[in-house]
């Protein structure tokens, strides 16, 4: 009996642990309407051009490691990715194709073939559209302050299991764009990318998504 | 039959362990008490942390991520992680000054024993603790050259520092004709350990190269 009630108690405990709501933010009633405002405003996003700031944050170090860089984006599949400092990093994702250029070499993945690299790409360019919200394979719950909409969300897929507990996503109230997106990996250590300075819907320089 | 069995694979040994000493020799090398002869480790105790490009080569295939290497005073030990460029941990090892290694992480991908011994056993050279008691033989040219070798002890294989004019190992190599068998280079010592390691493999072909990031907010 005794061990019933220790194990219950702990169960209890373990929800209210995991789905701890975030401090200052308070739970939402009405997440249909936020979705359809992140719907609607990914619908009218046809392009996006963001520099975006990106923190790593490891258990056993005090300081993050923080870089930095520029994200192109254009409807509905293409994606340039290109950290600038403290190292030079691109990657383009382009008609199925995936390229990385770090220093003077380069690598060349079809994304078909790499279900990893595969699961990674929908997540991002969900990510950046905010229509991550509405991915299967997440289990999503929503919070508010005044300026932001705070949305967590659960990996449901084995794959995704493996590599992430849970991603962060703040969502201005103003434009319902995603301003930051946080990865937390199994062992708490985590990523949290923060977009700056965002354009929405200007054109793509030529050649932004080119493997040249 | 079995008996011919044990003979032959004796005397293989014998024939690896006696061409491992005999290669040093045929470079000049004679053995010296090893006093005189010291090395600063390749992560010195002033040593804090270093943010390394890395890229791995295995067969035909190329990844490139990200390491850190950090010295753990309170816990004796160095930490080793790699991450993508995107911030996705792939693996974290715990290397002890005692020379146990702790695997904190390891990717779902990497998550092969052979892959975790392999790696394991590499970066350890790298933390080795170098004192009087951890070396086993010290070799050198004679007529002042500067240039030493210290063997050092270990458990299940022997593994040489090779220095020229410096007090840091430039380069490290396992003894032996064993598949596998690691060496490794290092350059452009710093404050913070060296610019560039280099890890190569006889008869596998795998390469791991770490070059320094310039990274001011820890310089």
Same mark, same amino acid.
């Given at each position: 009996m005794q061990k019933s009630i220790f194990t219950f108690?702990i169960a209890?405990?373990?929800?209210?642990?995991?789905?701890?709501?975030? /401090?200052g933010?308070?739970e939402?009633?009405?997440t249909?309407y936020?979705?359809?405002k992140v719907?609607?405003?990914?619908?009218q996003t046809?392009?996006?051009?963001t520099?975006?700031?990106q923190e790593?944050?490891?258990?056993?170090?005090?300081?993050k490691?923080?870089s930095?860089?520029?994200?192109?984006y254009q409807?509905?599949?293409?994606l340039?990715?290109?950290y600038?400092?403290?190292?030079?990093y691109?990657l383009i994702?382009?008609?199925?194709e995936?390229l990385i250029?770090?220093?003077?070499k380069?690598i060349?993945?079809?994304?078909?073939?790499s279900t990893?690299?595969n699961e990674i790409n929908?997540?991002?360019?969900? %990510?950046i559209?905010?229509?991550?919200?509405?991915?299967?394979?997440l289990s999503a719950f929503f919070y508010?302050n005044?300026?932001?909409?705070?949305?967590?969300?659960?990996p449901?897929?084995?794959?995704l299991?493996k590599y992430?507990?849970t991603?962060?996503?703040?969502? %201005?109230k103003?434009d319902? +764009?995603v +301003?930051?997106f946080?990865?937390?990996?199994? %062992?708490d250590?985590?990523t949290l990318i923060?977009?700056?300075?965002k354009?929405?819907n200007? /054109?793509i320089p030529?050649?932004g998504?080119?493997f040249? | 039959?079995?008996?011919f069995l044990? $003979? $032959?694979l004796i005397?293989s040994?014998?024939v690896?362990?006696l061409?491992?000493?005999s290669?040093?020799?045929?470079q000049?090398?004679?053995?010296?008490?090893?006093?005189n002869? *010291?090395?600063?480790?390749?992560?010195?105790?002033? !040593?804090d942390k270093?943010l390394?490009a890395?890229?791995?080569?295995?067969?035909?295939?190329t990844f490139?991520?990200?390491?850190?290497?950090k *010295?753990?005073p309170?816990?004796?030990?160095?930490r080793? $992680?790699?991450? @993508?460029e995107?911030?996705l941990q792939l693996?974290e090892m715990?290397f002890?000054?005692d020379?146990k290694?702790? $695997?904190e992480?390891m990717?779902d991908?990497?998550?092969?024993?052979?892959?975790i011994n392999?790696?394991?056993?590499? !970066?350890?050279?790298l933390?080795t603790?170098i004192?009087?008691?951890?070396?086993?033989k010290?070799?050198?040219i004679p007529?002042?050259? &500067?240039? !030493?070798v210290?063997q050092?002890k270990g458990?299940? @294989?022997a593994s040489?520092?090779?220095s020229s004019?410096?007090k840091?190992?430039?380069t490290?190599?396992e003894r &032996?004709?064993?598949?596998?068998?690691?060496t490794i280079l290092l350059? *452009?010592?710093?404050n913070n350990g060296?610019?560039?390691?280099? !890890?190569?493999?006889?008869?596998?072909?795998?390469?791991?190269?770490l070059?320094?990031i310039?990274?001011?907010?820890?310089n």
């Amino acid at each position: 009996m005794q061990k019933s009630i220790f194990t219950f108690v702990i169960a209890i405990l373990g929800v209210f642990l995991v789905h701890a709501q975030p /401090e200052g933010f308070t739970e939402v009633a009405d997440t249909a309407y936020i979705l359809q405002k992140v719907n609607e405003v990914a619908s009218q996003t046809n392009t996006i051009n963001t520099e975006f700031v990106q923190e790593k944050n490891l258990a056993f170090l005090y300081e993050k490691i923080t870089s930095k860089g520029i994200l192109l984006y254009q409807k509905p599949e293409k994606l340039r990715l290109e950290y600038i400092s403290p190292f030079s990093y691109l990657l383009i994702m382009n008609d199925g194709e995936l390229l990385i250029r770090n220093d003077d070499k380069e690598i060349k993945i079809a994304l078909e073939s790499s279900t990893m690299f595969n699961e990674i790409n929908d997540l991002i360019i969900n %990510s950046i559209q905010g229509s991550i919200l509405n991915m299967p394979e997440l289990s999503a719950f929503f919070y508010e302050n005044d300026e932001s909409f705070f949305v967590q969300l659960w990996p449901q897929q084995e794959g995704l299991k493996k590599y992430i507990k849970t991603i962060e996503l703040y969502i %201005s109230k103003k434009d319902y +764009t995603v +301003t930051d997106f946080k990865v937390i990996e199994l %062992s708490d250590d985590y990523t949290l990318i923060k977009f700056v300075n965002k354009i929405i819907n200007e /054109e793509i320089p030529v050649g932004g998504f080119n493997f040249q | 039959m079995k008996r011919f069995l044990w $003979v $032959v694979l004796i005397f293989s040994s014998i024939v690896l362990l006696l061409g491992s000493c005999s290669s040093l020799h045929r470079q000049g090398y004679r053995k010296v008490a090893s006093e005189n002869y *010291q090395f600063h480790p390749v992560f010195g105790p002033d !040593f804090d942390k270093t943010l390394y490009a890395a890229e791995i080569t295995f067969g035909k295939n190329t990844f490139t991520s990200l390491a850190i290497i950090k *010295q753990m005073p309170e816990y004796k030990s160095h930490r080793l $992680v790699f991450f @993508s460029e995107a911030g996705l941990q792939l693996m974290e090892m715990e290397f002890l000054d005692d020379g146990k290694v702790n $695997v904190e992480y390891m990717s779902d991908f990497l998550n092969r024993k052979g892959i975790i011994n392999k790696l394991s056993a590499d !970066f350890k050279l790298l933390f080795t603790n170098i004192t009087t008691h951890s070396i086993y033989k010290t070799y050198t040219i004679p007529g002042d050259t &500067g240039k !030493f070798v210290l063997q050092m002890k270990g458990e299940k @294989s022997a593994s040489f520092y090779f220095s020229s004019n410096t007090k840091y190992p430039l380069t490290i190599r396992e003894r &032996g004709c064993y598949y596998g068998k690691t060496t490794i280079l290092l350059s *452009q010592y710093e404050n913070n350990g060296p610019d560039e390691i280099l !890890f190569s493999h006889k008869m596998l072909k795998l390469k791991i190269a770490l070059t320094k990031i310039n990274y001011p907010e820890w310089n």
